[in-house]
């Protein structure tokens, strides 16, 4: 792992991404709801905002801050959630019967087939906009992909010999599925996690962006994008602080992703033995 330079250079930016979060809950530099109207527009580099401020004079650094904490919990939660229904639905579908499995397997595929903006609009809609819905939202996008991943990845598993040996010693099917398939099969778990972690602050800023993800007194980094897009070319780096937050936390967890895989699937490590 101390050799993996994809999975270093990726836990370091999570690492730092979670670090401002977690700040962001006890500490920020300045209310970030709060106007300043005699300060608004200020640039970059200002002694009391290092990265200035927005049209109505707030801190871009507070705000930023409050983004990161909003799209790691949203993210984290729709990802986290999809992650334990989808492993639950995979394996109760890969040691089933057939009905079992073709019933799971089809309500994944319709799933699957409605597109996710329509979802979150219709949460939108009903519950209203939030990051709890958007969270819901990312749920009913995630779910059936990580469903079809454990499915496959455990009907592999239970081919191997050694869960012949363990049916031969005597042990039921839901123990041999929790005991002998599901570890084998939690490394696969793990990195698709962090590819839809990544898709999910992705898909949340993309909601918060179009007004129906998280709204103002909540502040994501699609809601700031969303917002400085008229002070483009009055105030660009508006929309390029939230979108450079993005892009780095992102990059990060794809590459922590790349970095778990190689780590974890013996098939894909370079080393020679």
Not at 55 to 82: E, H, K, N, P, Y
Not at 111 to 126: E, K, Q, R
Not at 233 to 251: E, K
């Amino acid at each position: 792992m101390r050799l993996n330079v994809s999975l270093i250079i990726g836990a370091i930016l999570t690492f730092c991404a979670i670090s401002i979060a977690v700040v962001s809950t006890f500490w920020l530099p300045y209310n970030p709801n709060l106007p300043n109207i005699p300060n608004r527009l200020l640039a970059a580099g200002s002694a009391e905002h290092w990265l200035g401020t927005d049209v109505l004079g707030r801190d871009i650094i507070s705000q930023l801050m409050v983004g990161a904490r909003t799209s790691i919990v949203v993210g984290a939660g729709g990802a986290t959630i999809s992650l334990v229904l989808g492993a639950i639905m995979g394996l109760i579908a890969a040691a089933s019967g057939k009905i079992v499995d073709e019933t799971i397997s089809r309500v994944a595929d319709i799933m699957l087939s409605i597109p996710g903006m329509v979802t979150a609009l219709v949460l939108a809609a009903t519950l209203g906009s939030g990051a709890l819905t958007t969270i819901f939202a990312l749920t009913a996008f995630f779910t059936p992909s990580f469903t079809r991943v454990a499915r496959s990845a455990a009907l592999s598993v239970l081919q191997e010999d050694f869960i012949t040996a363990a049916q031969l010693y005597g042990r039921g099917r839901m123990p041999r599925v929790a005991r002998h398939v599901f570890p084998n099969i939690a490394g696969v778990l793990i990195v698709q996690f962090t590819l839809y972690f990544a898709a999910g602050i992705l898909t949340e800023a993309g909601l918060s962006y179009l007004g129906v993800g998280v709204t103002r007194p909540g502040i994501s980094w699609g809601l700031m994008l969303s917002e400085a897009q008229n002070q483009v070319g009055v105030s660009s780096p508006l929309a390029m602080w939230p979108g450079l937050s993005i892009v780095i936390v992102v990059l990060g967890l794809n590459l922590m992703g790349d970095g778990l895989r190689d780590v974890l699937d013996p098939k894909l490590s370079k080393s020679i033995l």
